[in-house]
């Protein structure tokens, strides 16, 4: 009866392939747009996953995700410091700085300062020269993406000339000499990462009574960093998360106050419901076309449950097909797109979150025509 459930689908070549078509549709809306959700979130917090040596972020309580900054004093890393279980902690500066570049244009940059003597928080990986070059006179190292692009020089032809080590600009009126090319992960808005000592950045940013953003802990091996978290809330009065904790507030910050959940669902929702319409009436479509064929099927005793079993078989064959093509088409984009702006992750679990919606068009286009042949008298078949 397999062959029989799979010769009835194919053989409407116009309804079967109208099937496979909106769930492709529908696996490649759904995919695509699931994965640039993905991306755009990653993105919130690509600088905590670029820093990647502290166990745990130290802030003010006040602070509700990784942009938000609250300057503490800098004595504060002293206090953190000295509560039982912290190895070591070190000051980070962040903050927005305007730079100006050589053809007199402004750009907003991303700095990052680091502890002078250790230079812990740095970019994960150095394309040109050291981390230890920081500690030359005004160096700074940039991201390949930024020097590459907005903080790239202008030729008189229209050309771009990617900034190199050795370039000068002006951080906030203050000489900075480009000595590195770091790789980091994209930010959110796209600017320009600067990473400094921490000194230098203060002596960059505009005056202010209090300027290091964060305090950046590690635990001494054996410590429970929740309980350890705990331990420095109590002891400073600071907010303190693992990195996972921090990611997830800093998520949960742009999913409540900012309309991209929403924008990115309704796309979702829409392709989710473009299948169910296109592929659930086609294959509605297509039962009711072949029920002179179930009825002969029943009438010569065929239960309802092996007609059921036909029909479910009919419907994981174009699912598993359209599912298949649809993130086929989507991975395609994603590989496309890879050096572009655009942000696009594919993790497995978004492969489960595509295939559970497929299949649940499917369930739904599958219902419909179980219940038409279900309620199938076979006589009126012959009658017509």
């Not at 640039?36 to 600088?47: E, Y």
């Not at 990784?66 to 004595?75: A, R, V």
């Not at 300062?113 to 230890?132: S, V």
């Not at 000194?199 to 350890?228: C, H, I, N, Y």
Request: net charge positive.
């Amino acid at each position: 009866m397999n062959f029989v459930a799979l010769k009835m689908l194919i053989g409407n070549r116009a309804k079967y392939l109208g099937i496979i078509v909106g769930l492709t549709f529908a696996s490649l809306l759904i995919t695509q747009q699931s994965a640039i959700f993905v991306g755009l979130m990653m993105r919130t917090f690509g600088f905590l996953t670029d820093t990647a040596l502290p166990d745990i972020w130290v802030m003010d309580p006040k602070v509700q995700y990784i942009d938000d900054l609250k300057p503490m004093k800098e004595t504060e890393s002293l206090r953190v410091r000295s509560v039982q279980g912290v190895a070591w902690a070190v000051p980070l500066y962040k903050g927005l700085l305007k730079a100006r570049l050589p053809n007199g244009t402004f750009q907003t940059c991303n700095v990052i300062g680091l502890d002078d003597e250790t230079l812990i928080g740095g970019p994960p990986r150095m394309l040109q020269g050291q981390m230890a070059d920081l500690r030359r006179s005004d160096g700074v190292i940039v991201d390949i993406v930024g020097a590459t692009g907005k903080l790239a020089r202008v030729l008189p032809d229209g050309k771009r000339e990617p900034m190199k080590i050795g370039d000068t600009m002006e951080l906030n009126d203050h000489r900075a000499v480009v000595v590195g090319i770091c790789q980091v992960q994209r930010t959110f808005q796209s600017q320009p990462v600067v990473y400094t000592t921490f000194s230098r950045a203060t002596t960059f940013s505009p005056r202010e009574r209090k300027q290091m953003s964060f305090v950046l802990a590690k635990a001494k091996p054996g410590q429970d960093l929740l309980t350890l978290c705990r331990r420095i809330r109590r002891v400073t009065g600071l907010a303190a998360y693992t990195k996972d904790e921090f990611k997830k507030i800093t998520i949960n910050y742009y999913t409540k106050y900012t309309g991209i959940p929403i924008n990115f669902g309704t796309t979702v929702v829409l392709g989710f419901i473009v299948g169910v319409a296109i592929a659930g009436q086609t294959f509605y479509n297509f039962t009711l076309d072949n029920l002179r064929y179930f009825g002969t099927l029943k009438a010569m005793g065929a239960s309802d449950f092996m007609l059921l079993r036909m029909i479910l078989l009919q419907a994981t064959m174009v699912g598993g097909i359209g599912y298949g093509l649809g993130v086929g088409a989507a991975s395609v984009f994603g590989t496309l797109s890879g050096r572009t702006e655009l942000s696009f992750r594919l993790p497995w679990q978004l492969l489960v979150f595509s295939a559970i919606a497929i299949m649940l068009i499917c369930a739904i286009s599958a219902a419909l025509s179980m219940w038409k042949v279900v309620r199938l008298e076979p006589a009126v078949v012959f009658k017509s």
